[in-house]
């Protein structure tokens, strides 16, 4: 089982930026990779980044792509991903989810399809005023 907990989210206005982070905690000997997803109400939830278990590997979706990076860093058994956000939009406005897969994936990127993911968190609103 793994556990995960966002923080950082809040309200920002559009150009700024934003860190979130996700611990997890679990399976302290599995190489998961890890994503964050987010999701509107009424709109279907959508892929915004993964990242591998080594780090070494990552991938954006179209509409974040150049403004967000992902990372990851591991320490005493928990494993935290980052979203660095910036040149934010009204648009990004969210709830923001991180995820984490059941299978290994050391060095391969997890798949951008929820249903690649086994473990969620609870998620962290983030909004962008105009």
């Known amino acids: 089982q793994v556990r995960l907990i966002e923080s950082g989210g809040g309200l920002v206005q559009a150009g700024g930026s934003l860190r979130l982070s996700c611990v997890g905690s679990?399976?302290?000997?599995?190489?998961?990779?890890m994503a964050w997803f987010r999701q509107t109400p009424g709109k279907e939830r959508e892929f915004v980044a993964a990242?591998?278990?080594?780090?070494?590997?990552?991938?954006?979706g179209d509409s974040v792509k150049g403004r967000f990076t992902i990372t990851r860093s591991r320490e005493n058994g928990q494993s935290t991903v980052y979203l660095e956000m910036s040149s934010l939009k009204p648009e990004d406005t969210a709830v923001y989810h991180c995820?984490?897969?059941?299978?290994?994936?050391?060095?391969?990127?997890?798949?951008?399809?929820?249903?690649?993911?086994?473990?969620w968190g609870q998620g962290t609103q983030v909004t962008i005023s105009s």
């Open positions: 995820a984490a897969t059941r299978d290994n994936y050391y060095n391969i990127v997890p798949g951008s399809g929820g249903h690649d993911y086994a473990y």
């Open positions: 679990g399976r302290a000997f599995s190489q998961y990779g």
């Open positions: 990242i591998s278990f080594s780090g070494r590997a990552t991938s954006y």
